[in-house]
């Protein structure tokens, strides 16, 4: 399974960015996808996940209210909106996937991750 993430950049607070995350290597639409963050220094850490219908999601609560997260699986892409954007978001994003079909928020619940992309947010 392989991951691509993309969309990154930087961005003033208060703005917004899409992340797209596009996967190959086995029948996206049936698992589950994560979004996770990685700022200098700390550790990762897990933002939102969706259920492999894209339904069910959950977040951090850091993200409530800023964050969504969607998928189009006939395009086998996950998606990860962010408006109102902190700098404090400011970190590493990384998309992932297990073997669970619905949202999960341990790492210890992913198997594949993506190369991240860095998303800067200037004050």
């Known amino acids: 399974v392989q991951l691509q993430a993309s969309g990154g950049g930087l961005v003033q607070a208060g703005g917004s960015l899409r992340l797209s995350c596009t996967a190959s290597?086995?029948?996206?639409?049936?698992?589950?996808m994560g979004w996770f963050r990685q700022a200098p220094g700390q550790e990762r850490e897990f933002v939102i996940s969706?259920?492999?219908?894209?339904?069910?999601?959950d977040s951090a609560d850091s993200v409530k209210g800023r964050f969504t997260i969607s998928r189009d699986n006939a395009k086998n892409t996950v998606y990860l909106q962010m408006n109102n954007l902190k700098p404090e978001d400011t970190a590493v994003y990384y998309c992932?996937?297990?073997?669970?079909?619905?949202?999960?928020?341990?790492?210890?619940?992913?198997?594949?991750w993506g190369q991240g992309t860095q998303v800067t947010v200037s004050s």
């Open positions: 969706a259920s492999w219908s894209g339904v069910t999601t």
């Open positions: 992932a996937t297990g073997d669970s079909a619905w949202p999960r928020r341990h790492l210890n619940e992913y198997v594949y």
């Open positions: 290597g086995r029948t996206f639409s049936r698992y589950g």
